[in-house]
C-alpha cells in the first residue's frame, strides 16, 4: 500500500513540474502610424476588447513613454523627438500584476525641417479697381488665379468688360475672361471668387452663385445649386470631381457626388469662409464668422456634419485652445487639422473641441489679419493677409518676410506647392487698385 502511495505522489510531482516555458501573450493591440512630423509621430492603438482593470502601454525603442488607462480605439501624439530619426514602436496591455496583451511592431522616422529660402517676385494684373481673389497651382509651370482685372482698350480708356481669370505657363501671366452663369439663364463676365484644380483640364471656379467647370477644352456653368446656397461661395475643396465641397453664405454647405448637388445641413448660420480636408475625404472641415456672430469650426463628411468649436467672443487669448476668429483652416492628414486665427495657427487633434497648441510669429497678434493657410506638409505650410504678410512654417519655426510688408497690400489667398508658392490679392489705391501676385519659389 505504501509502495501504492509513493509512486501515485511521484506522478503528480512530475505531472506539475514547470517545463520552463512562458504562456504566449496574444495579441490584442493594433497599432498603426498616422503621420510624422519634425518632432513627433502620430499613431492609432486599437485594443480588442480592453477590460476596466487594464492599462495601455507606448513603448519607444523597448521603453515605455506612455502609460493610460485601455481603450478601445485612440490617437496619441509622441512629442519632443529628435528630427529625421527612425523610431520603433510596440504596444501592450497590461494589469497590475500581468501583460496581458501585445501589438505589432512598427516603425516612424521624423521629418526634417523645410527650406525657408524663399525668393519673391511681384507682379500686377490689371489696372483701376482690379484685385485677385483666390489662386490655384497645378505644377511648377501652371497656375491660375480669379479675380476681377480691368485693362484698357487701344483708345486708352478703361473697358470695362471685365477680365476673370489669369493663368501662369512658368513665365508670365496671360488674362483672359471666362463666361459665367446669371442663373437660371443668362451669361455674362462678372468677378470669379474661388478656383480649386486637380489638373490642368480639371478645374473649378465660382462667382458666388453659381458652379464652372473647365474640363480641358469648355467652361460648363452649372447653375443647379443655386436653389441649395444661404449665401454665395466662398470656397472649394474635394478630393476628386465625384467628391467635392463648397461653403459660402449663411452657413452654406454643398457636396457633388459627381452627378448632382445636396445640401448638407451645417448647424450654423454663420458665414463659412474656408474649407479643406485630408488628401483621402475621410475628414473635412471649414470654418467661418461674421459680425456680431460667433466664430465657427466644423468637421464632417460627406452629408453629416457637426459643429465642433463655437466661440461668441473671439478676442481673448487662450494658449491652450482656439482664440479669435477662424478665418482659415488647413489639413495635410486625417488625424488633425491647422486653423489660422490673429493670433496664430493652431493645431488640433481631430477630435478637438477647442483644444489647440498654438504656433505664433506675432506677440500676440499676427503682423496682418490672416485670410488664408495653405501647405505641401506639415512641415512645410505657409499663411498670407493684410498688410502683405507672408510667413513660412518650416516644422520648427517661423519666418516672416518683413520685407514685403506695405500698408496697402491685401492678400486674400494663397496656394503651395513644393518650392512653388503664389499668394494673390490687391495693391490697394482709392481709383487705381492692382490685381496683385506675389510668387515665391526656393
Given at each position: ?140 509651370t501652371l497656375a491660375y488665379a480669379v479675380g476681377e482685372m480691368y485693362l484698357r482698350d487701344l483708345t486708352g480708356q478703361v473697358d ?136 465657427v469650426l466644423l468637421r464632417g463628411s460627406g452629408s453629416t456634419w457637426e459643429k465642433r468649436y463655437e466661440d461668441p467672443y473671439p ?128
Open positions: 500500500m505504501k509502495k501504492h502511495i509513493l509512486l501515485f505522489l511521484t506522478l503528480i510531482a512530475v505531472g506539475c513540474k514547470d517545463d520552463g516555458t512562458t504562456p504566449e501573450i496574444p495579441q490584442r493591440v493594433t497599432l498603426t502610424l498616422i503621420d510624422a512630423a519634425v518632432k513627433e509621430t502620430y499613431l492609432h492603438i486599437a485594443a480588442s476588447n480592453p477590460a476596466s482593470n487594464e492599462a495601455l502601454a507606448l513603448l519607444r525603442n523597448g521603453t515605455t513613454v506612455m502609460t493610460f488607462a485601455a481603450v478601445a480605439d485612440t490617437n496619441i501624439a509622441d512629442t519632443a523627438l529628435t528630427q529625421t530619426t527612425t523610431y520603433q514602436y510596440s504596444a501592450t496591455l497590461q494589469t497590475t500584476s500581468a501583460t496581458t496583451g501585445k501589438s505589432n511592431a512598427i516603425s516612424a522616422q521624423t521629418l526634417a525641417p523645410t527650406s525657408h529660402d524663399w525668393h519673391f517676385t511681384t507682379d500686377s494684373l490689371g489696372e483701376v479697381s482690379s484685385t485677385l481673389y483666390d489662386v490655384a497651382i497645378v505644377n511648377d470695362p468688360i471685365l477680365y476673370n481669370l489669369a493663368i501662369w505657363n512658368g513665365s508670365q501671366w496671360r488674362i483672359q475672361r471666362v463666361p459665367v452663369p446669371l442663373c437660371p439663364n443668362s451669361t455674362g463676365f462678372f468677378p470669379l471668387r474661388t478656383i480649386f484644380a486637380f489638373a490642368w483640364n480639371d478645374i473649378w471656379l465660382s462667382g458666388g452663385g453659381e458652379m464652372i467647370h473647365w474640363d480641358g477644352l469648355t467652361f460648363r456653368g452649372d447653375c443647379s445649386m443655386n436653389p441649395l446656397i444661404q449665401g454665395a461661395i466662398t470656397k472649394i475643396w474635394g478630393t476628386s470631381s465625384a467628391g467635392l465641397y463648397a461653403v459660402g453664405g449663411g452657413g452654406t454647405i454643398i457636396h457633388y457626388n459627381g452627378s448632382t448637388w445636396q445640401r448638407v445641413e451645417s448647424g450654423t448660420t454663420v458665414n463659412l469662409l474656408d474649407v479643406w480636408g485630408a488628401p483621402d475625404g475621410s475628414m473635412v472641415w471649414a470654418c467661418g464668422w461674421e459680425d456680431f456672430q460667433p466664430t478676442f481673448v487669448l487662450r494658449r491652450d485652445s482656439l482664440s479669435g476668429i477662424i478665418s482659415s483652416v488647413w489639413t495635410p492628414a486625417s488625424n488633425r487639422v491647422f486653423a489660422a486665427t490673429y493670433f496664430g495657427v493652431y493645431s488640433c487633434a481631430a477630435d478637438t473641441r477647442g483644444y489647440g497648441k498654438r504656433s505664433t510669429f506675432g506677440n500676440p497678434y499676427l503682423p496682418g489679419f490672416p485670410f488664408r493657410i495653405r501647405g505641401s506638409g506639415v512641415n512645410d505650410y505657409s499663411i498670407i493677409g493684410d498688410y502683405g504678410m507672408v510667413a513660412h512654417f518650416n516644422g520648427v519655426t517661423w519666418k516672416y518676410f518683413a520685407e514685403l510688408y506695405r500698408d496697402n497690400i491685401h492678400l486674400n489667398s494663397v496656394s503651395q506647392r513644393a518650392n512653388l508658392v503664389i499668394a494673390v490679392g490687391e495693391l490697394y489705391h482709392p481709383i487705381y487698385s492692382r490685381g496683385l501676385v506675389i510668387r515665391g519659389s526656393r
